[in-house]
Structure formats: C-alpha cells, structure tokens
C-alpha cells in the first residue's frame, strides 16, 4: 500500500470503520432542563384547571355565586392555553407570537395564578378548595416568575438557537447513517462485480 491511500494495483483503499465521522449522540443539558420545568408548568396548569373546574363546580351547584364560576371557566380557558404554550406546537405559536417568547409566557403563568387565586371561598366546609387553590396558584406563579425573569435574560433565545443546533445534528447523524447504509451498498455491488 503506498503513503496515498492506493493500493499496490492502483485501486484506491475505502476508508475504514475507524475513518467515520464521530458526532456527539448526547442530549443537550440545557434542552432536558428545559423541557422538565415546561413538564412541571404543564403539570402545574393542569392542577390549576383541575382546581378551576372543581370550583366552578361547587359555585354553579349552590347557585349563589355565578359570577365566581363563570370567573373560573374563563381561567379555564386561559390556564388550558398555557399548557398548550408548553407544548410548543408549531400551531399555536403562529398565531400567538408573544408565546413564543418567556416573558410573554410567565405573564399569562402569573395572569392565571392570579385568577385562581381571586375569590377564594373561606368557608369550613370548603378548606381543602381553598388549600388547592393556594398550592396551584403559587406554583405556577413560581413558574411564571422563573419564566419571566429568565425572558429577561434572553434564555428563551438561548433555547430556540441550542434546539435548532440540535435538530441539525440529528439530521447530520441520519444523513452519516444514510451515506454509511450506501457506502456499504457500493461496496457489495463493487466486490461482486470483482468476483
């Protein structure tokens, strides 16, 4: 075999096993951080919702204090939107622009902390409502001001662009795997025409 590569008949050596490429099959940490505290806010805005409703529910059933369920039906609605914003469907954050950013997103975390927090009942009968409504409403008040002040510091920015860098290597792992599949094809087909 000469310095080249070549073989002693002129045929060219294909590179080895040991010759491929290497990329980093890690996750990001930054990513998994980031996607477990949207799961604990997703989770958080489901027990906002599950609270909501529970409070609807007794406002609508002893009928005197309707303006408090519809309150809660609209904090519903609003709560339901933040889960779907920690979903990060391509859907929503078209049209809702300001989701797509933190800030934008711990406001509307803090807006409906607020609502479900608002009018608490403090009735005897109803102290367990009252201590769900109060563990729900500061946990995602403590996400939304987590995500607002991280807004601030531009690490939604910082996601997006460690998210988009990710996607490109995973792509360029399956475009290696795909050009590794071919080269192993060319070989088969290239040492049965020797035969």
Known sequence: M??????????????????RARVRSGR??????CRCFSVITSLTAILCIAVNV??????????????D?????????IAFFVVLAETEWGFIIKFWKVLEYWAGRGMLQIF???????????????QDLVLLQNIASYLLLACGLVYV????LCIG???????????TREQAVKDLEELERRREELEQMLLAERA
């Open 69 to 77: 369920g519809i309150f809660r039906c609209y904090a519903v609605v």
């Open 149 to 152: 002040f991280s807004g601030l």
């Open 112 to 126: 409906v902390a607020v609502m479900t927090r608002a009018f608490p009942d403090y009735s005897e009968r109803q």
């Open 54 to 67: 529970l409070s609807a529910v007794r406002s609508f059933k002893n009928g005197s204090d309707v303006f």
């Open 28 to 33: 990001d940490p930054f990513l998994v951080v």
């Open 2 to 19: 000469s310095r080249n590569g070549d073989l002693e008949d002129g045929e060219p050596a294909l590179p080895g096993p040991s010759s």
């Open 157 to 167: 920015f910082l996601k997006r662009s460690r998210q988009e860098k990710e996607i």
